[in-house]
């Protein structure tokens, strides 16, 4: 079964940071770019960044960029978010999901919850 | 970079056809044949429901269609039942630095 299991979120205080972890299984993931999408509660749907195969290509939101950095392990099959100087509105659920079709994203996550809070 | 701008809310009865707009910029929606639709139920992550503007992912429905004229994508659901129910996130790639931008979404209501 393809599917993408995040974990990683909890209460962090503003400034503070977290490493959000996505674990990739049942399909090749070395093969897919990879992406970061986030919901605020009660808000739509935000894409954060995307992750090329070999990791040769990162890109970032503009609101985000400097601050996160997006990353993965081919060998673990897994992706990861690193979140740093987190501000009150970098609160949402966090979605790991793969990029099998072209410009979108066919497989999501169950998705992991940041609250940025003092 | 803004979002597209979707209504907040379309209804339909059993059976009808109901239609999601998206309107977007030249920068995205009308310079990309790249355009996708989400669903969402309360909850749960989304699921992809078109792709490419027109492209369907096995699995879903052939009820579900899209289009593109201009900067404005649409998503039509016919034959409308009550599992349909849910929200409706359309995406479009927008090229390089602004990547991707997400519709403000649209509640679904099967009345």
């Known amino acids: 079964e393809v599917q993408l299991v995040e974990s990683g979120g909890g209460l962090v205080q503003p400034g503070g940071s977290l490493r959000l972890y996505c674990e990739a299984s049942g399909f090749t993931f070395s093969s897919y770019w990879m992406r970061w999408v986030r919901q605020a509660p009660g808000k739509g749907l935000e894409w954060v960044a995307n992750?090329?195969?070999?990791?040769?290509?990162?890109n970032y939101v503009a609101s985000v960029r400097g601050r996160f950095t997006i990353s993965r392990d081919n060998a673990r099959n897994s992706l990861y978010l690193q979140m740093n100087s987190l501000r009150v509105e970098d609160t949402a659920r966090y979605y790991c999901?793969?990029?099998?079709?072209?410009?979108?994203?066919?497989?999501w996550g169950q998705g992991t919850t940041v609250t940025v809070s003092s | 970079q803004s979002a597209l701008t979707q209504p907040p809310s379309a209804s339909g009865s059993p059976g009808q056809s109901v239609t999601i707009s998206c309107t977007g910029t030249?920068?995205?929606?009308?310079?990309?044949?790249?355009v996708s639709w989400y669903q969402q139920f309360p909850g749960k992550a989304p699921k992809l429901m078109i792709y490419?503007?027109?492209k369907r992912p096995s699995g879903v429905p052939d009820r579900f269609s899209g289009s593109k004229s201009g900067n404005t994508a649409s998503l039509t659901v016919s034959g409308l039942q009550a599992e349909d129910e849910g929200d409706y996130y359309c995406?479009?790639?927008?090229?390089?630095?602004?990547?991707?931008?997400f519709g403000t979404g649209t509640k679904v209501t099967v009345l």
């Open positions: 490419e503007v027109t």
């Open positions: 992750i090329k195969q070999d990791e040769s290509e990162r």
């Open positions: 995406s479009s790639y927008a090229g390089f630095n602004t990547f991707y931008v």
């Open positions: 999901a793969r990029e099998g079709v072209p410009y979108a994203s066919d497989v």
């Open positions: 030249s920068s995205d929606v009308g310079g990309y044949n790249y």
